[in-house]
């Protein structure tokens, strides 16, 4: 007897959007962060897999190439809408209109049928692609990566609450979307209770770490390479800074270190690593000032957002590295450091439970009283301590891969284009086709 396996369905072409932030852009200013990685990184393996990417987004700049060849089989497609610079985030939906119509223009040049998914990326990507799917008939993929229910009921004191139109944006992509990628079971959680997605339609797929740019390697080297002294104890903020990052938590828990050893002062290196953004460009010198006002200029250094390389380097050096922050669906930054050997004191919120594994990876803080915090990173820094969770974070960071990540990517876009297929066919059946 001959038993027949049926092949599940695959997309040979993917329009994916992005349309708020290029995955060209640095990570670590701007609206540039783990959502571009996840962009690049997700799509290069895609393709590998055979699967060909189209990566909308808006020119943010004039003279940019109209199609940038990001990897083979991936390419950046640049959308005009608006004024090249200086458009911030919050004045894009009133773009959106120009942005779908450069979308469909696109696709109007190809055969009918070109794309066979559209996967959205944040909410304003999402308002797009539920038009771009409903006109070329196609199901519509969707990654929240943040929302705006989530940011509200944990918003950083003075942060400004995010807007209602977004949430109503929000929700309505989620009605629509033949399946929501959540990056934790915790943000499928959140899907379900504050916007009432349908669990069957949610499928969680952990983002990855690049384990061949971000491994062990001596911290001594990288420390004469970034010119941190060799006996320093290196606290490491990598991220945009922001009030939701939380940056100004670990300099209220370095100043409470030095207030309860001011011996520490004379080895005590604290590097925030990353550029203003969203709520922060409105005061870029915030962090600065606080820094000046408690006391801790001479520890602290302020780095420019760095290549994957630098970061690497940067995680290799340090003894710890800070994750302090409101809100985080997964935390990209956790889990390379973990990758580095280097441990993670992290925020219990959000993803971040998941990327770090609390008392073997790193350690995790309830709340953000600077006192707490302070207390966990003296644990987490003394030597014998720092040498377990250093050996467990490399065994953590190792379960996260974005090969994993772009084939459970994969698995969702099949059942995605099954569920199609079969709805194609109960339309057919009713109408005695």
Excluded at 386 to 407: D, I, K, M, P, Y
């Amino acid at each position: 007897m001959s038993v027949f396996t049926a092949v599940r369905p695959r997309p040979r072409r993917v329009a994916l959007l992005s349309v708020h932030t290029s995955p060209l852009d640095q990570p670590g200013t701007g609206d540039a962060g783990g959502m571009n990685v996840y962009v690049v990184e997700v799509s290069r393996r895609l393709a590998a897999a055979g699967v060909e990417v189209d990566i909308f987004t808006r020119a943010t700049r004039s003279g940019l190439p109209s199609v940038v060849d990001l990897a083979p089989g991936v390419k950046v497609r640049h959308v005009t809408a608006g004024p090249f610079e200086g458009l911030p985030k919050e004045d894009l939906p009133a773009q959106l209109c120009a942005v779908t119509s450069g979308v469909l223009r696109a696709e109007a040049q190809r055969e009918p049928g070109w794309y066979d998914i559209v996967h959205s990326h944040y909410w304003l990507s999402g308002q797009v692609g539920w038009l771009a799917a409903e006109r070329w008939g196609t199901p519509l993929v969707h990654t929240m990566h943040t929302m705006a229910r989530v940011k509200n009921l944990e918003l950083a004191a003075g942060d400004t609450p995010e807007p209602q139109a977004r949430v109503i944006g929000e929700q309505q992509v989620v009605d629509f979307a033949s399946r929501l990628i959540a990056n934790t079971v915790v943000e499928a959680d959140q899907l379900r209770l504050l916007y009432d997605a349908d669990p069957n339609r949610i499928a969680v797929v952990h983002p990855g770490v690049d384990l061949e740019m971000f491994q062990p390697g001596d911290q001594q080297v990288a420390r004469t390479k970034l010119g941190v002294p060799p006996n320093a104890t290196l606290l490491l903020f990598v991220g945009r800074l922001q009030p939701l990052k939380a940056p100004d938590v670990l300099l209220h828990a370095a100043a409470e270190l030095l207030l309860n050893q001011p011996e520490r002062r004379q080895d005590l290196v604290v590097a925030i690593c990353g550029g203003p953004s969203g709520s922060g460009l409105e005061r870029p010198e915030a962090l600065l000032e606080l820094a000046q006002q408690l006391g801790i200029s001479d520890v602290v250094r302020f780095i420019p957002p760095a290549d994957r390389s630098t970061l690497a380097d940067w995680y290799r050096a340090a003894d710890v590295t800070v994750v302090p922050s409101h809100s985080e669906s997964f935390g990209l930054v956790a889990v390379e450091s973990q990758a580095c050997g280097t441990p993670v004191v992290a925020a219990a919120v959000g993803g971040l439970p998941t990327a770090v594994a609390d008392r073997y990876s790193g350690l995790l803080v309830v709340g953000h009283d600077p006192v707490d915090w302070a207390r966990t990173i003296e644990s987490a820094i003394q030597p014998q301590r720092r040498a377990e969770l250093a050996r467990g974070a490399v065994e953590h960071a190792n379960a996260f891969s974005w090969s994993a990540t772009a084939a459970a990517t994969l698995n969702v876009y099949s059942a995605a284009l099954e569920e199609a297929a079969a709805t194609r066919q109960l339309a057919l059946r009713a109408s005695g086709s």
